[in-house]
């Protein structure tokens, strides 16, 4: 399915810039590096939405644990 494709390359795009954000936050502790997180975790949101719209509930609920481990680890 090229949908699932596409959603999942940027998925699996967001999920290794979440952690790059997540490093330098943990050594930092700056703006810059929170705010890097939000925008990943806003991106992974919009994912989540448009994967649970096009029926890929698998990817959706994928994304949503990775969106819940990050709020439990921060």
């Not at 967001?14 to 890097?36: C, F, N, P, Q, Y």
């Amino acid at each position: 399915n090229p949908e699932f494709n596409h959603l999942l390359k940027h998925y699996r795009h967001h999920k290794v810039m979440l952690r790059h954000a997540m490093v330098i936050d943990r050594v930092e502790r700056s703006t810059d590096s929170a705010l890097g997180m939000a925008a990943e975790r806003g991106a992974l949101d919009c994912l989540y939405y448009q994967a649970h719209g096009k029926g890929l509930i698998n990817l959706a609920k994928g994304i949503r644990r990775t969106i819940e481990k990050v709020k439990a680890a921060r």
